[in-house]
């Protein structure tokens, strides 16, 4: 699969880093991956794939042990006679989704996500979803994106996914200043925020995705977003169509990243410095206290990271500033210059950074490099672990919930354990 990297917007003031630009192999996820955390998220939302076997196989093998615990997703697998045009996909669709709703009368909210097989035979869900919408409406909305491996990369489907929510979003009903935090995080996480969000008196915050399909936030031009998550190009594109404004700050990923994510929310909402202090300090220092550590064990450690989930900039930006690690190569499926431009900042100036990936290439740098630690996919991990290298599998990252002052400590963990491992088994 080739990959194709666009050009992205530059913040006019942020100093340039030289970024190494590849295409070619890939060894990265399609979008569908994304169903698996965000299903669990929006607990009355069904996401239907209308696929191949192969996405089937797909999903069943990233969510594991979940789909024999009655899951919220599904493949219509689309047969040779469907690929063939012998039947009309539109009439299978239909009778699918009739059954589905019949069998589920818990769902709220149906999402057709389209795949690779779909999008070849240019089967038009867009037109699928209002068409049953009309049919299944209140009780059900039925919206599409896209998760396919031909549009998206692994997170991307969660970006495709909340970009479909956005217009489905009711507008606000007063002109008073509304936070919205936009990106999927663990219900734990989330709590722990709207706690920080109360004591900072910041009493509107709403989040997207929303637990429940019924409690979607309003959006309108007195909306103030914050991105919990990096890889969000197309729903923050969604917002500001609607007016919404973005507030620019790093990831909650970390001590400092997560006290400036509060802060940018706290200064657009007039919160005073001192109560600023007074809130977050003893978070501060605790979850400071517990990296120490880690630091121990990380600092000096030399780090290579392969593109997988966007993420790698501010895990990177969180390695080299509170654990000490020297950041060998920090890649990137795509990097959104905007929206990164904050950590960008923060970057040590002489970083090597790529988007995108040749994957030999790229396989050749980190063996030349021989560096403590490699963070890559599943499919890297185990041949460059016989290759005597650590590897961390990237997807953990997404899985595990990493953001916030209490998983600081966590997210460091998740790095700490497979040096710890391999010192164990060399002893
Ligand atoms: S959407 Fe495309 S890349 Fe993803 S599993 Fe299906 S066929 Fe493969």
């Known amino acids: 699969m080739n990959v194709h990297v666009q050009d992205c917007p530059v913040a006019a003031d942020v100093a340039p880093k030289p970024v190494r630009r590849e295409s070619g192999q890939r060894e990265v996820f399609c979008g569908l991956t994304g169903i698996v955390w965000l299903h669990r998220k929006i607990q009355d939302a069904f996401f239907l794939v209308v696929g191949s ?37 539109n009439d299978e669709l239909d009778r699918i989704v009739a059954q589905l709703i019949a069998r589920r009368p818990d769902i709220r909210l149906l999402f057709l996500v389209g795949s690779c097989p779909s999008e070849v035979i240019k ?30 990369t692994f997170t991307q489907g969660e970006d495709a996914c909340l970009a479909s929510l956005v217009p489905a979003a009711p507008p606000t009903r007063t002109s008073e200043d509304q936070l919205l935090i936009v990106g999927s995080l663990a219900d734990v ?11 900072l008196g910041i009493g509107r915050v709403q989040f997207l995705p929303p ?14 977003f914050l991105l919990a998550q990096p890889f969000l190009a197309d729903t923050a594109r969604a917002l500001e169509d609607r007016g919404a404004v973005r507030l620019a700050a790093p990831f909650p990923l970390g001590v400092e990243g997560t006290t400036a994510w509060l ?30 550590r880690y630091r121990d064990h990380l ?66 740098r980190c063996r030349m490099a021989r560096p403590d630690l490699v963070v890559c ?10 290759e005597g290298m650590t590897t961390k599998w990237s997807i953990e990252l997404v899985f595990t919930p990493i953001q916030g002052y209490e998983q600081a400590a966590d997210l460091a963990e998740l790095f700490a354990r497979p040096l710890v491992r391999r010192a164990k088994l060399v002893a």
């Open 211 to 224: 637990r429940k399909a019924s409690a979607l936030p309003a959006i309108g031009p007195n909306t103030r």
């Open 377 to 386: 996919g599943l499919g890297l991990a185990n041949p460059l672990e016989a």
């Open 263 to 292: 802060r940018a929310a706290a200064d657009a909402s007039g919160v005073a410095p001192a109560l600023f202090e007074a809130v977050t300090q003893p978070h501060r220092v605790r979850a400071e206290r517990a990296l120490l």
């Open 53 to 89: 076997r192969t996405c089937a196989h797909l999903i069943q093998s990233a969510a594991g042990v979940m789909i024999f615990a009655e899951p919220r997703f599904a493949t219509a697998i689309m047969e040779e006679k469907d690929l063939a045009g012998l039947t009309d996909a």
């Open 123 to 152: 089967l038009d869900l867009s037109r699928a979803a209002l068409r049953l919408s009309q049919k299944f409406s209140p009780a059900v909305r039925i919206l599409n994106y896209s998760g396919s491996g031909i549009e998206t």
């Open 299 to 364: 600092g000096g450690r030399r780090i290579f990271l392969f593109p997988d989930s966007q993420l790698e900039i501010p895990l990177a930006r969180f390695l080299s500033r509170e654990l000490s690690m020297q950041l060998v190569e920090v890649g990137t499926p795509y990097l959104h210059r905007e929206h990164l431009a904050e950590e960008l900042r923060l970057l040590p100036d002489d970083v090597v950074l790529s988007e995108g990936q040749d994957v030999d290439l790229q396989l050749d």
């Open 189 to 199: 996480v989330e709590d722990q925020f709207i706690r920080l969000f109360d004591a």
